[in-house]
T-cell receptor, first 113, second 111 residues
Framework: EAQVTQNPRYLITVTGKKLTVTCSQN?????MSWYRQDPGLGLRQIYY???????DKGDVPEGYKVSRKEKRNFPLILESPSPNQTSLYFC????????????FGQGTRLTVV | GNSVTQMEGPVTLSEEAFLTINCTYT??????LFWYVQYPGEGLQLLLK?????DKGSNKGFEATYRKETTSFHLEKGSVQVSDSAVYFC??????????FGTGTRLQVFP
């Protein structure tokens, strides 16, 4: 089954404690991205990757890092989480950047206290 | 820059009522337009799309027509069901290839 898998689904952590949210897709997609969803703001892109070893900032990259060492994986790293990073995070992938359909993971709800 | 504006929710309807969720956009060039749906506890799924002016996207009884003259892509369904309760996002993909989302509209359908 074609899917994008994120882990964990829920995470509560403390300010400053480094964390990683994993994302994996099994569709051999080139393009992957991370979004955060906040009430009243919709989805905002954090980072994206056009292919292996190619990543770039989205609209709200501050406080986040990503890596793309393999085509299928695109982890999101918060080196020093802060309460304003409490949000619902989604990973998405598509065959190419211009491909019309993006596939989304189920989301990771992160709470930073 | 490119942007999407959609009506605020929640939209509350009785089963079998007619649904309209308004969406307008600002974009240079000729963007592709989308509606995504997010069911409770899940990620977003593509509901329908239209890639050029006057195209009509349709799926699961939902429809939306790409209106370039009014820069709109309103979502409609003739008879909603309780199972349609979800959050609906209008989105566009323009010349930068980035998906730009509206803020989402929550639909609640009661029996």
């Amino acid at each position: 089954e074609a899917q994008v898998t994120q882990n964990p689904r829920y995470l509560i952590t403390v300010t400053g404690k480094k964390l990683t949210v994993t994302c994996s897709q099994n569709m051999n997609h080139e393009y992957m991205s991370w979004y955060r969803q906040d009430p009243g703001l919709g989805l905002r892109q954090i980072y994206y990757s056009m292919n292996v070893e190619v990543t770039d900032k989205g609209d709200v990259p501050e406080g986040y890092k990503v890596s793309r060492k393999e085509k299928r994986n695109f982890p999101l790293i918060l080196e020093s989480p802060s309460p304003n990073q409490t949000s619902l995070y989604f990973c998405a992938s598509s065959l190419t950047p211009a491909n019309t359909e993006a596939f989304f993971g189920q989301g990771t709800r992160l709470t930073v206290v | 820059g490119n942007s999407v504006t959609q009506m605020e929710g929640p939209v509350t309807l009785s089963e079998e009522a007619f649904l309209t969720i308004n969406c307008t956009y600002t974009a240079t060039g000729y963007p592709s337009l989308f509606w995504y749906v997010q069911y409770p506890g899940e990620g977003l799924q593509l509901l329908l799309k239209a890639t050029k002016a006057d195209d009509k996207g349709s799926n699961k009884g939902f429809e939306a027509t790409y209106r370039k003259e009014t820069t709109s892509f309103h979502l409609e369904k003739g008879s909603v069901q309780v199972s349609d309760s979800a959050v609906y996002f209008c989105a566009l993909r323009g010349n930068t290839d980035k998906l730009i989302f509206g803020t989402g509209t929550r639909l609640q359908v009661f029996p």
